[in-house]
């Protein structure tokens, strides 16, 4: 159980574009998503907090007007990365809780390029 | 949410038991210990928890010390898949969607070899 999938695995876009990776929990209702982002060679970092239904909070720095996060249903987040450029270039990791247990599931991670 | 230290990395022989310590000295008394692993570009798996007992999975075994300043992470017959970054994380729970944040530091890197 607890099965988070994300979509695409991999996403290689112009720079100007936009691009919106998909999480997914596929076995339980996720009340809270978080997505994070890493660096090559770095630790994750998270980027923001969603609750369904809620407008999403930011952490510090990161630029909500770039990084838009929908989470509509109980079941899927949307991370939609706009006007991309190559230092947004990185592994976009969601994690979800299902607000019972005290345990948050991570998805498998979309690799994002920016040309 | 209280930090955490852990070794940058660690080697085991395969088959032998990886005992990952953690250090969290500053930990507060509704603050849990999970434990997580990234194996090379994939996300991190969920591998256990704990508050203030000692937890066993299929995965692992998670021991806290009395004083719970500090655990240790045992696989007890490692394997070549083992090998990954293992972050310690302490975090909080208050229910429902009230979820602490997971800050995730550098982790320890185990290499499992035949």
């Known amino acids: 159980g607890a099965v988070v999938s994300q979509h695409p695995s991999r996403v290689i876009c112009k720079s100007g574009t936009s691009v919106k990776i998909e999480c997914r929990s596929l076995?339980?209702?996720?009340?809270?998503m978080f997505w994070y982002r890493q660096f090559p060679k770095k630790s994750l970092m998270l980027m923001a907090t969603?609750?369904?239904?809620?407008?999403?909070?930011?952490e510090q720095g990161v630029e909500k007007d770039k990084f838009l996060i929908n989470h509509a249903s109980l079941t899927l987040s949307t991370l939609t990365v706009t006007s991309a450029h190559p230092e947004d270039s990185s592994f976009y990791i969601c994690s979800a809780g299902t607000g019972s247990t005290d345990t948050q599931y991570f998805g498998p991670g979309t690799r994002l390029t920016v040309l | 949410d209280a930090k955490t230290t852990q070794p940058p990395s660690m080697d085991c022989a395969e088959g032998r038991a990886a005992n990952l310590p953690c250090n969290h000295s500053?930990?507060?008394?509704?603050?849990?210990v999970y434990w997580y692993r990234q194996i090379h570009s994939q996300g991190p798996q969920y591998i256990i928890h704990g508050l203030k007992n000692n937890e066993t999975n299929e995965m692992a075994s998670l021991i806290i010390t009395e004083d719970r300043k500090s655990s240790t992470l045992i696989l007890p017959h490692a394997t070549l898949r083992d090998t990954a970054v293992y972050y310690c994380i302490v975090s909080k729970y208050a229910g429902g969607t009230s979820y602490g944040k997971l800050t995730f530091g550098q982790g320890t890197i185990l290499t499992v070899h035949p």
């Open positions: 500053t930990i507060s008394g509704n603050e849990y």
């Open positions: 076995d339980f209702q996720a009340t809270t």
């Open positions: 969603s609750n369904e239904g809620s407008k999403a909070t930011y």
